[in-house]
Structures are given as C-alpha cells and as structure tokens.
C-alpha cells in the first residue's frame, strides 16, 4: 500500500509537472508577452528602445564645456570617424567654437565616466553650409580633437566599396541621446537606436514638399514610428552590417514637424556627397603632422630590400605566380579559402610614404602604422561582399601595394613578412 501511495504521489507529481511546463511553454511564445519584455523601454512614437552598451562604439556627444555634467551639458550626437576626427551636423556647431565644445567619445551611459572628454582643436563647418532661415544645405561639419583618442572605434564612412549601403530599402539605424517623447525626456541617460529603412527620394520630396536636395537623404516607415528626433542631431545615421562591419551613410539633420509621424521621414545629410571633402580636410591634417608619415631618421626600410617571390608568406597563403608586370604586380598569393593578395612593386624610386602621398594627393586615405618602424598607409576596402585591404609602404626606394580579400591581421602579417 505504501509503495502504492508512493507510486501515485510520484504520478500525481508528474503530472502536475507536465501541466504547469506545458503551462509555461504555451505561455511563452505569446507574441505579446515577447514583445513588452524584449521591447521593455521601448517609445513607440519614434520606435527607439535603449541600445545594446558598446554595440555602437563610434557614438560621440557635443557637450558645452563649461558644464561638467555631460547629461546637462550634451547638445547634439556625431560621430568617431578617425582617431582625432569627430563628424557632426553644421547646425550643431553653428554657434560654437572650438574653446566652446567638449566633445566626449566612448561613453554609453551620459552620467556615467566612461570614455574620454576632450577639447576640440578645429571645428570645420562645410563651407557651403545654409542654415535651416535660408532653405538648410551641406548640414556637416568636421571636429578635429585635441589629441587622438582610444576611448571607442571610429565608423567607416560610405564609399565606393560600399556604394550600395544607402540604397532605398536598406535597413540603417540611428542612435542618439535625443528625445524619446512618450517618456516625456528630453535627453536620455542611456544610449538609444532605432532602426529605419532608407526611403526612395521621390516618396521623400512628396512627403516634405519637394524640399529635399540631393545632398539629403530620409529614412523612416511611411506609417511612422520609426525617427530620429530633437538632440538625436549631428549623430550618425549607419547600416549595422554592411559586408560584416557598420558603416555610416548619413548625418541626422533635420525632420519635419514632430518625430514618428505618419508621412513624415527624418533627413539626414547624404555622405556620399561629401567623401571628398571630408577626405581632403582630414588629409591635410596628414600632411602637417609630418613626423607620423615621414621617417626622419634612418629606419630599416633604407636598408631592407625586397623580393616578394622570395619572401616567407604569410601563413596560409600560397603564391601562385611570380611575374613582374611592367613593373607591377609580382606576386600572387592565394588563401586556403581561394581568396587572393596581389603584391605589386613599383619602381619609382620614392624615399618615403609622405613623398609618394603628396603626390597621391586626395588619393590616398586610410590610417598610417607603423610596421617594424616602416610607415604603412592601412586602406579598409571592405564591403558587403568582405573584408578588403589595402596597405602602401616604402621599402629600399620602391613603392610597395598590397591588397586583397584579407582580414586587417592578415594584411598586417602580410606587411611584415615582406619588410623583414
Ligand atoms: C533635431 O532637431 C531633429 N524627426 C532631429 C531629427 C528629426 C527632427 C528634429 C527627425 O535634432
């Protein structure tokens, strides 16, 4: 009888068990239970939910730098494009100058100390920038820092390898401290994003009175409910994974009455229009600071001499052909994975990197490392097809370009094995 009793106690258990499980996994997937605990902070006027911390390292805040509190003191987003090189809207820094902005990188939480708060050197307004009384055109500027920072990781910027990321249909994202209406705040603490599909022009123009330019571009839902909004200005508008990696396509400008309304889609200033001017002014930069790009003493590359048939390659890759091509290219390698680095060498007798860029000119972009005390110039060609970079150096008066559907690592190993 006891083992009987037992027996149905343990059985009643059982069941009792199954019920409240079944309980529990009909109860979970209710699309609407889901929803308010995935989407718990969420403001359904522009659709913002608090942002991932850290997801968006490029995120920058203006700050006014008489106000110590960075919550009171934020007036506008932008953006970390380069170590020392911030991006934000014209109309944020309209009234600023550079003893009059701080600008603080790295931070998620506004009232926490994370990142770093640094001065502003330059502020570059575009020169053909029309404030929002005289029709709002070229809404971008440029913050040179005060001294370049690790605290975040700068975004890349839309470019030719990228020529598809602000296609009409694309979902981008925006973030920002900027008001969340249906919580009544003005700014937030915490980091905020949204994201918001790239709108055709013309469905743009009709719902903002053909006042859209062509160095503008909209983002939203034709419903609404999906908007940057007031703060949320000078901060990037991206697409999270474009070819494995977020890049930025435009500026958070301006928007029509409100935020989230039905037939009313934020603007944003089109970078593509701009690569060029953005490149040039950061370039010039380059040119001053001459220490970073001109070997001033003699460094290995006066002595090393190279051959890249005859050099180790990097591990995995196998050389295909060797060939001088008119002086070009003469080596090929291949990946395991059937992807391809080519070495090509070029004869032209230049004594440094910052000689062969001068000449370059606008050309030649990207960030300078240094690779066993040889300045290289790192190019991120990368796009939604992969990783792809290009690496520019002097070794022994010849004029070094490697490229390829590699990783940043492996170019680097690439740069290496072949100065050594
Ligand atoms: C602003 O003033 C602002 N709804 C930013 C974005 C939008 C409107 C205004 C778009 O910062």
């Known amino acids: 009888m006891k083992t009987m009793a037992k027996r149905t106690a343990i059985l009643l258990t059982l069941l009792l068990l199954m019920l409240s499980a079944s309980l529990v996994i009909n109860h979970a997937p209710s699309v609407a239970s889901g929803q308010a605990f995935q989407q718990s902070g969420l403001d359904e006027r522009t659709g913002k939910t608090p942002a991932q911390s850290g997801a968006q390292p490029w995120m920058a805040v203006l700050v006014d730098v008489g106000e110590p509190n960075v919550r009171e003191g934020q007036f506008c987003g932008a953006s970390l494009i380069a170590p020392q090189w911030i991006l934000t809207a014209a109309h944020c820094v309209e009234d600023q100058s550079p003893t009059s902005v701080d600008v603080v990188v790295g931070r998620y939480q506004l009232t926490s100390d ?43 910027l839309i470019d030719a390898a990228n020529a598809a990321a602000d296609d009409p249909g694309v979902l981008a994202r925006i973030a920002g401290w900027g008001r969340v209406p249906e919580k009544g705040l003005d700014v937030t603490d915490k980091l905020y994003s949204v994201d918001v599909p790239v709108v055709p022009q013309q469905a743009c123009q009709v719902a903002h009175d053909g006042d859209i330019q062509a160095d503008e571009l909209c983002a939203g839902l034709p419903q609404g409910g999906a908007d940057s909004c007031e703060g949320d200005s000078g901060g990037p508008l991206f697409v999270p994974a474009a070819g494995g990696k977020a890049v930025q396509i435009g500026i958070t400008s301006w928007g029509g009455d409100g935020c989230g309304l039905p037939q009313s889609y934020g603007v944003y200033t089109r970078l593509t229009e701009y690569e060029h001017w953005i490149k040039t002014q950061i370039d010039g930069t380059n040119a001053d600071s001459a220490p970073t790009v001109r070997p001033t003493s003699p460094s290995p590359s006066d002595s090393a001499s190279i051959d890249p048939a005859e050099t180790a390659l990097p591990a995995g890759y196998s050389l295909i052909d060797a060939q001088n091509d008119q002086g070009e290219r003469v080596a090929y390698f291949e990946t395991r994975d059937g992807d391809y680095v080519d070495v090509s060498v070029f004869d032209a007798d230049y004594s440094s990197l910052a000689e062969w860029m001068a000449e370059e000119g606008d050309e030649a972009i990207g960030q300078i490392t240094q690779a066993r005390d040889v300045p290289v110039l790192i190019e991120d060609g990368s796009d939604r097809h992969g990783a792809f970079w290009y690496a520019t150096f002097v070794v022994d008066g010849q004029l070094i370009f490697i490229d390829g559907v590699l990783s940043y690592d492996e170019l680097l190993a690439a740069v290496i094995s072949l100065i050594n």
């Open 114 to 156: 994370q990142g770093e708060r640094i001065g502003a050197k330059r502020i570059i307004p575009h020169p053909g920038y029309v404030n929002e009384q005289d029709g709002q055109a070229n809404d971008i500027a440029l913050i040179e820092l005060n001294r370049p920072t690790a605290a975040g990781r700068p975004i890349s």
